[in-house]
């Protein structure tokens, strides 16, 4: 009940008036700080009228943004919801960024485009990021790609069949999880 009253408070604030306050908790050592500024962040986009300034708030604290959890809960419903209709290429910018969670950013903020049946983006970062080193973002290419696959089979295996010999193997196990045993066999042998 007070989880719910603090998000309908939440909701009613201004941007303007909490944008000095979410900087500050973003800014903060403590994990669970960023956490609530994010997750404030995510409710404001929702019912705000300028989303180009939250978008561009999001996107000037990324380095805050600085866990799996952190990135997971606010890029999608935030930078993917805004690019629905927009040009992505800063997606691309972000996919060969230096920060890993910035180009994991990249690659969930695409899922918001999946769940819309637009999977050329995820398809090209995936590409991208293919050859990058960090377990993280193997296990988010995945994940997405297997997203792709619960929506178009025939989209992810075209995928696969061209890039599974390549593909880090915790990566294609993401990928291929939702696949009938027999396929997903094929891709692992």
């Not at 956490?35 to 009228?49: N, P, S, V």
């Not at 637009?118 to 790609?145: R, T």
């Not at 997203?147 to 890039?163: A, I, P, Q, T, Y």
């Amino acid at each position: 009940m007070i989880t719910a009253i603090l998000w309908i408070i939440l909701a009613i604030i201004s941007f303007s008036t909490l944008y000095l306050g979410l900087k500050e908790l973003l800014k903060n050592k403590f994990h669970e700080c960023r956490l609530c500024a994010l997750m404030i962040l995510r409710l404001q986009y929702e019912g705000f009228e300028n989303k180009k300034e939250l978008v561009d708030f999001y996107l000037r604290n990324t380095q805050y943004v600085n866990n799996w959890d952190l990135v997971d809960l606010s890029c999608e419903y935030i930078l993917g919801n805004w690019l629905l209709d927009k040009d992505r290429k800063i997606l691309y910018q972000l996919a060969k960024s230096k920060n890993l969670w910035e180009r994991r950013i990249a690659i969930i903020s695409t899922f918001e485009f999946i769940r819309h049946r637009q999977f050329i983006d995820i398809l090209k970062l995936s590409e991208i990021l293919i050859n990058d080193n960090h377990d993280l973002i193997h296990k988010a290419v995945g994940w997405m790609l297997r997203e792709v696959g619960k929506r178009d089979e025939k989209v992810l295996k075209d995928f696969l069949d061209k890039h599974y010999q390549k593909m880090p193997r915790v990566m294609l196990r993401y990928a291929i999880e939702k696949l009938s045993k027999n396929i997903r066999k094929k891709y692992l042998e």
